[in-house]
């Protein structure tokens, strides 16, 4: 039976139970814990293989955008399974990946967004109050359905050191001067637990690529600030082939600050933001298995390079 429950919402809680269920089934699954959110949440990462090659899979630095984490949790749990089976993944055979590449995983970038989102705070609770004081100063937002940023109301993909001040800039124009559901930038680059449990996690792993998994759209980033990566854009037009996903410029707008921004200005190696599924956010389950079965190449591809 599996693990992964992909017919409900991914809670922090149930995130947290399902980490520890995988390391439980396939103890070759190594966890760490490289933080605990402001509100008390905890940010788990997760490796399989042993390989010299290295990738960091993440997913839900938008709360909003849940439906990722369970992809990441599903796709870990397939390929352990099929390591354990002796099996293959994706028509690459699994224990043969996995002395090749170690596949660094964090799930949930978001886990306290995500728990408002999901409806686990309710309304009286002082984290909902707390939000919906921020949400009340951009009625133009669904609350809490729109809600993309962590409980401090910082936009977690806003917050790394890639061209911060242009995006502090962009979004300011845009009236995203404080606290907010989405698109405020913070104080500062790395002021917010999350990105800076990820951006020393990066920098200690130090990956050869990286994915940073979100929705919607159907589409692959995969460019920042002009940078040309060897290789980069070859390896995106194999996920575009293999996902059915299209190859686009990041919108200006949206072009700055984020982590795929970072890490390819900090190593100058591959990164690329996946926008899976369709739709308005968050997306529904039913697309569930559409997603999976669209990114399972693209993960795969990744690992080998």
């Known amino acids: 039976m599996a693990i992964v429950p992909t017919d409900v919402p991914m809670t922090a809680e149930l995130y947290v139970k399902t980490v520890e269920q995988l390391a439980k089934e396939y103890p070759f699954i190594r ?10 949440r905890p940010i788990y990462a997760m490796a399989i293989g042993t390989g010299k090659r290295k990738v960091i899979y993440s997913a839900t630095h938008h709360a909003n955008e849940w439906i990722t984490t369970p992809v ?16 293959t993944i994706f028509q690459q055979p699994a224990r043969l990946l996995s002395g090749d590449t170690t596949i660094y995983i964090v ?3 978001d886990p306290d967004g995500v728990d408002l989102v999901t409806g686990v705070l309710q309304p ?3 984290q909902y ?4 004081l921020f949400a009340k100063k951009y009625p133009n937002i669904p609350f809490p359905s729109g809600w993309k940023a962590n409980l401090n109301g910082v936009d977690l993909n806003l917050n790394y050191p890639a061209g911060w001040l242009m995006a502090r800039e962009i979004k300011f124009r845009q ?24 951006y020393d996690y990066t920098q200690r792993i130090s990956p050869d690529l990286v994915l940073a998994f979100h929705t919607q759209g159907q589409v692959i980033y995969y460019k920042y600030g002009g940078i040309d990566v060897p290789g980069a854009e070859e ?13 686009e410029d990041t919108p200006y707008n949206s072009s700055f600050a984020g982590y795929k921004d970072w890490f390819i200005q900090e190593f100058r190696r591959p ?5 899976v599924g369709s739709g308005t956010n968050p997306l529904p389950l039913s697309q569930f298995d559409e997603i999976y079965k669209d990114n399972l190449g693209i993960l795969v591809t990744a690992a080998t390079g």
């Open 107 to 109: 799930p949930m970038v």
């Open 72 to 87: 990441l949790l599903k796709f870990a749990e397939e390929y352990a399974e099929a390591i354990r089976s002796d099996g």
């Open 124 to 126: 009286g609770d002082d």
């Open 31 to 40: 966890t760490e814990l490289l933080a605990t959110t402001a509100f008390g």
């Open 175 to 198: 009236g995203y001067t404080s606290p907010a559901p989405r698109d405020y930038v913070g104080r500062a680059p790395l002021t917010q637990i999350e990105t800076q449990a990820l």
């Open 271 to 275: 990164g690329y933001t996946i926008e």
């Open 235 to 247: 390896l995106a037009k194999r996920f575009a082939d293999v996902s059915g996903y299209t190859l």
């Open 129 to 132: 109050e707390r939000a919906l």
